[in-house]
């Protein structure tokens, strides 16, 4: 394998316009969407990546149409079901990450299903944002410290923050992919993604195929990571 990311993040935007730009509802670019997630997770098995963190559902998204948001979550809940069988044979390991506090009933069940189904899985670790923020998320973390007796205010540090955050195991991020022409983070991954790399495409994430992954990641490899130091590595 090339030095490729070993934690990606991507950010699947355009579904709404790829639909609309053909005449159809955007809930069948939504639709068309869960397609193009499952090439992509088999082509990060593929080419070796093993963690790969989605953006499905944002605290934002809620303020879409009541039509759009029931629509997603019955997406995300009917998907979980249709494809947890051959997530589970690939050796997939599913995440759920995000508030689950105003969540109906049916979903969080199957969030809390399949995780468990697919806990011990290895190949990759997908992670899939769900009603989540990256400000919600810092918030929360910050909540349960400031609950826990244990927790004193000098001991407080990078590391302490990363282990309250919604999943604990979850590394960093190493490359942000966005699609559908838009340059922004979106409130996404605020904390892991601090030292990520960025990459933007106009594709739209229905159309965003194999070869496209292909092409950001052979530009992440040429790139240099500097993580705050100097191009030579000299200390001033
Ligand atoms: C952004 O496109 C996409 C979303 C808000 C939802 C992403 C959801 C999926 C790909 C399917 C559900 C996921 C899982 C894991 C089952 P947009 O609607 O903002 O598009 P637009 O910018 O063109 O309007």
């Known amino acids: 394998m090339q030095n490729y990311p070993s934690h990606i993040a991507i950010i699947m935007d355009g579904n709404g316009r790829w639909a609309e730009n053909k005449n159809m509802p955007r809930t069948y670019g939504h639709k068309k969407g869960v397609e193009t997630l499952k090439e ?11 963690s790969l963190t989605v953006y499905a559902f944002s605290t934002e998204n809620w303020k879409r149409p009541p039509k759009e948001v029931k ?6 809940s009917k998907t979980i079901e249709n494809e947890a069988e051959e997530l589970n044979q690939q050796n997939v390991q599913i995440n759920i990450i995000g508030r ?13 299903w399949i995780e468990k189904l697919t806990e011990n899985n290895n ?10 923020g990256g400000r919600a998320e810092i918030i ?9 007796p244990n927790i ?12 309250n955050l919604y999943n604990p195991n979850i590394s960093n991020i190493e490359y942000i992919i966005r699609t559908g022409g838009d340059k922004r983070i979106s409130n996404f991954l605020l904390w892991e993604s601090a030292y990520a790399e960025l990459y933007f495409t106009d594709t739209y994430w229905p159309e965003f195929s194999k070869n496209d992954l292909k092409k950001a990641l052979d530009e992440f ?3 240099k990571r500097k993580f705050g130091a100097l191009d030579n590595g000299d200390d001033l």
């Open 123 to 132: 190949k990759l670790e997908l992670n899939i944002a769900f009603n989540y």
């Open 40 to 50: 992509i997770v088999k082509a990060f098995i593929e080419f070796g990546i093993p």
């Open 152 to 163: 004193d205010l000098n001991n407080i540090n990078q590391e302490l923050i990363s282990k």
């Open 140 to 148: 929360d973390a910050v909540k349960k410290m400031m609950k826990n």
């Open 100 to 112: 689950r506090n105003n969540l109906d009933e049916k979903v969080l069940k199957n969030i809390e």
């Open 221 to 223: 490899t040429n790139r």
């Open 71 to 76: 629509y997603l979550m019955s997406l995300f």
